[in-house]
């Protein structure tokens, strides 16, 4: 297995490596309308339609930086959990998605929102996630009422008597109270802030804000929640540390996030006194101190490649350092990007590209507005590619890649594009055999991707034997050989079963296995039916007679 780290530097350029070997870029053949009566693939070629819908990414941890395994993760109607290490794919979003949800236990953990801005037929990654345990720091009688602390700073609830319900009316008896508070100048705080640093004032204008802290609050009796009844409301209280309370504004506005659109509203204004900020809530849902800010710094940019290359649908975080915001931005088919910061403090800008990290940049506190980067944020992506050589001539075999997230079938008739998604072009397509065929690639994506190689002149896998195929994988600087004449025939042997191979000329040779930054590759070596390629049928109309 290779773990690939978040930023990855470039060995070189594998298309320029493909045409100083030679392999120049040919026109695609043309097809006819005529569907191959005993070709396996039956269907549409791509399998999907990738101009509807994107992929989100993205990795969550806990508030301590440990993984956060199996994780619920949403996104309008399609949901998926997260893996044990907290990485998750979710595919096919379509674009009229607003925002994406992390939560885990609805009680006992916080959840995270975030902005969506879904690119068509491409993926967009989220690694600043992060979950807050919500622990039991007390309990309160519905009947009297009382008050609870989660701490020695002053963060608590107070809650009158006979305020409380549940499913079955009024609340009398003893509950717990789960609540947990980040503060602005936590480490982690951006990563378990649960929305946008932006909300709806009363007066429906929407504005920056730079947050002092969020509070979470929750109820439970017999593993079950419990809520305010309408027309009740309790009071709610964040304490600062002493440091942070020094600097903060005496008086600052209040904020509730609304679950169904991720997003927060005014609800109040708190006074600072003896360091603690409290409100009024009518409803049990995050609560964030934040002032407006009257003036943030306009910064744009563009991101690269390693090479220089304008990078499209690029996801761009700006981050204060020690204070001020969080924003983010994805780069436009120039590249270019622009987002806001607070100029009163440093900020970190870094693109991601996928689950890829770049290098960080950062601005200097008081640096004059607007800002326009000199140097691009530059993103190193992954350079790989696939060679698939043949020794006998005016023989023609095919390359065929199953991308991972099932929308696309790259082969002869849909070479793919280095230039949009999916970021992997077929270079060539050779029937002769005086070439060879090769894949270039610039992204992973999640999931398995498989290759394959199909022998369009003989149809027949006891033929292909004798053709001396060869296929070399390089990635970065590591590189793996598959030999045709390796596979066994006429008997395929998968784990300890033997079963009669295919023989229509199907020659399934590696998997590529892509979680998070691992990248994994696998030997299949089979002669298998054609019909299991990439978990999908597929329609391919013949190529034109020689």
């Known amino acids: 297995m290779i773990r690939f780290p978040r930023s990855l530097a470039s060995s070189r350029s594998l298309v320029a490596l493909a045409l100083a070997a030679g392999l120049t870029t040919l026109t695609a053949c043309m097809v006819t309308d005529d569907v191959e009566p005993d070709h396996p693939f039956k269907g549409e070629p791509g399998g999907g339609d990738p101009s509807t819908a994107g992929t989100l990414t993205g990795s969550v941890s806990t508030a301590t930086g440990g993984a956060a395994g199996f994780v619920t993760v949403r996104a309008g109607e399609r949901s998926t959990f997260a893996d044990g290490q907290g990485d998750f794919t979710l595919r096919d979003v379509p674009e009229d998605v607003a925002f994406l949800r992390v939560s885990d236990d609805p009680l006992r953990n916080s959840v995270v929102y975030r902005p969506v801005d879904i690119i068509l037929g491409a993926s967009v990654h989220y690694p600043d996630l992060a979950l807050l345990d919500l622990p039991i720091v007390g309990t309160v009688n519905g009947a009297d009422g009382g008050e609870v602390f989660a701490g020695p700073d002053g963060t608590g609830v107070v809650f009158a008597g006979g305020t409380l319900e549940n499913a079955s009316g009024p609340f009398t008896g003893v509950c717990g109270v789960l609540m947990g508070a980040s503060l602005a100048s936590d480490d982690l705080f951006f990563a378990t802030f649960p929305g946008p640093m932006a ?212 082969f002869y008739i849909e070479p793919g594009s280095l230039d949009g998604a999916p970021f992997t072009r077929l270079e060539n397509d050779d029937r002769t055999g005086t070439v060879g065929e090769t894949i270039v690639g610039q992204r992973w994506y999640d999931g398995t991707t498989e290759f394959w190689v199909h022998d369009y002149e003989h149809r027949d896998s006891e033929q292909t034997l004798e053709t001396g195929a060869m296929v070399e994988l390089a990635i970065e600087d590591s590189s793996w050989t598959f030999d045709v004449r390796d596979v066994p025939f006429p008997l395929a042997i998968d784990e300890g079963d033997t079963t009669v191979a295919d023989s229509t000329g199907w020659w399934h040779v590696f998997d590529i296995e892509v979680s998070g930054r691992d990248v994994e590759v696998i030997a299949v070596q089979r002669f298998e039916d054609g019909t299991t390629a990439g978990r999908a049928k597929h329609r391919i109309v013949g190529k034109p007679a020689r």
């Open 199 to 410: 909300g709806t004032t009363d007066d429906g204008d929407v504005v920056t804000f730079e947050p002092q802290g969020v509070l979470w609050l929750n109820l439970i009796f017999a593993n079950q929640g419990l809520w305010l009844a309408e027309g009740s409301t309790a009071t709610v209280r964040l304490g600062l540390p002493d440091g942070q309370a020094a600097t903060a504004p005496e008086t600052i506005l209040a904020w509730q996030l609304v679950d169904s659109t991720g997003t927060w509203e005014q609800i109040g204004e708190s006074v600072l006194t003896d360091g603690v900020y409290d409100v009024e809530v009518a409803r049990l849902a995050p609560v964030c101190w934040a002032e407006p800010i009257d003036q943030v710094c306009e910064v744009t940019g563009t991101v690269t490649d390693q090479d220089g290359n304008p990078l499209a649908s690029a996801r761009v975080i700006g981050r204060g350092l020690g204070g001020g915001i969080q924003t983010d931005a994805v780069s436009d088919e120039t590249g270019a990007f622009t987002l806001a910061v607070v100029n009163d403090v440093a900020s970190e800008l870094r693109g991601y590209v996928g689950n890829i990290a770049g290098t960080p940049d950062t601005l200097a506190a008081g640096t004059p507005c607007p800002v326009t980067l000199d140097t691009p944020l530059a993103v190193a992506l992954p350079d790989w590619s696939i060679t698939l050589t043949w020794t006998e001539a005016d023989t023609d075999l095919d390359a065929h890649l199953h991308v991972a997230d099932g929308s696309w079938h790259l």
